[in-house]
């Protein structure tokens, strides 16, 4: 039986680090930003199911951002500005994620590639699950601006700005409800969130 290195390539996802060009108070990796992804995209699944009658299914979603960045682990972080800076760029990056997606597939035994195929691609993703995915990975780089300014970090303040904007163009109830119920405490030091208790 041939020996897979998915898994090991997956794991080194910790190694990324985030906001390569920005000076971070505290830096952030892959593999943490995809876990809060998944946290974020499973609530907001949930609340669109639960408040604003939705039809989707939560765990699959949380699975989606688990994985909605494991391309990386192949072709780095690429910084929002230099990945956005014209449109070539943009499908140009584009092209080279999917490689990268269809090389990490490839890593698989042949019998299971199917099945992570549908979390990787996400061209096997409904449109209903990319938007709550990316309002999701959107709302954690915001949220990650929050932490950084609250924490003295004036580097994030134009991100935070930019990012707001975006989460206004990316906007939905759910997406709404989460930003009003749950991203103020995120500016609140851990003495001021357990105050309630």
Not at 153 to 177: C, G, H, I, V, W
Request: proline letters at 4%; hydrophobic letters at 40%; glycine letters at 2%.
């Amino acid at each position: 039986m041939k020996q897979s290195h998915f898994f090991a390539h997956l794991s080194r996802l910790k190694l990324i680090a985030r906001w390569p060009l920005m000076r971070n108070v505290r830096t952030e990796n892959v593999s943490e930003h995809s876990l809060q992804v998944a946290f974020v995209a499973h609530a907001l699944a949930i609340i669109k199911n639960r408040r604003f009658s939705g039809q989707v299914n939560p765990e699959r979603i949380a699975l989606l951002a688990m994985y909605h960045d494991s391309s990386e682990v192949l072709t780095g972080d690429m910084p929002t500005p230099t990945k956005y800076y014209n449109p070539q760029i943009a499908i140009e990056y584009k092209k080279i994620e999917k490689i990268a997606q269809h090389k990490l597939i490839a890593m698989l035994p042949e019998d299971l590639q199917d099945d992570f195929k549908q979390l990787i691609d996400d061209d096997y993703y409904s449109e209903s699950e990319k938007n709550i995915v990316k309002q999701a990975d959107v709302l954690c780089a915001y949220l990650k601006t929050i932490e950084e300014i609250s924490a003295g970090n004036n580097e994030f303040k134009l991100a935070e700005q930019r990012l707001k904007k975006t989460l206004s163009e990316r906007s939905s109830p759910e997406m709404d409800y989460f930003i009003k119920i749950f991203v103020p405490s995120f500016s609140l030091s851990l003495d001021e969130i357990t105050l309630d208790e």
